[in-house]
């Protein structure tokens, strides 16, 4: 069992910057793709931005690319969102999520960290 807790999130204005962290913790698991999916109030969780333990392969959505990084610290295992140039279309709850392996699903989710971004 895998257990995720975000931490990082907040009330900023548009065009600030906050940075998200995601610690995995668990007995005796692999890590294959951490990632981060958002979902807005009275939306579907959408996908952000992944990163890929073995060869550090990296995506975002066009949504967020240039303005957000995804980095990792391995021996910690976390993952971090550094969210730049915030806009008020970046407000939602922010899930932390991991694979274990290439042919499983993200099956281990956090309890979520609500980002909310003023004009």
């Known amino acids: 069992q895998v257990h995720l807790v975000e931490t990082g999130g907040g009330l900023v204005q548009a065009g600030d910057s906050l940075r998200l962290s995601c610690a995995a913790s668990?007995?005796?698991?692999?890590?294959?793709?951490m990632g981060w999916f958002r979902q807005a109030p009275g939306k579907e969780r959408v996908f952000v931005a992944s990163?890929?333990?073995?060869?550090?392969?990296?995506s975002y959505a066009d949504s967020v690319k240039g303005r957000f990084t995804i980095s990792r610290d391995n021996a910690k295992n976390t993952v971090f969102l550094q969210m730049n140039s915030l806009k008020p279309e970046d407000t939602a709850v922010y899930y932390c999520?991991?694979?274990?392996?290439?042919?499983?699903?993200?099956?281990?989710w956090g309890q979520g960290t609500q980002v909310t971004v003023s004009l």
């Open positions: 999520a991991l694979r274990t392996t290439a042919w499983a699903n993200f099956g281990s």
């Open positions: 668990g007995r005796s698991f692999s890590t294959y793709i």
């Open positions: 990163i890929r333990w073995s060869d550090n392969s990296i």
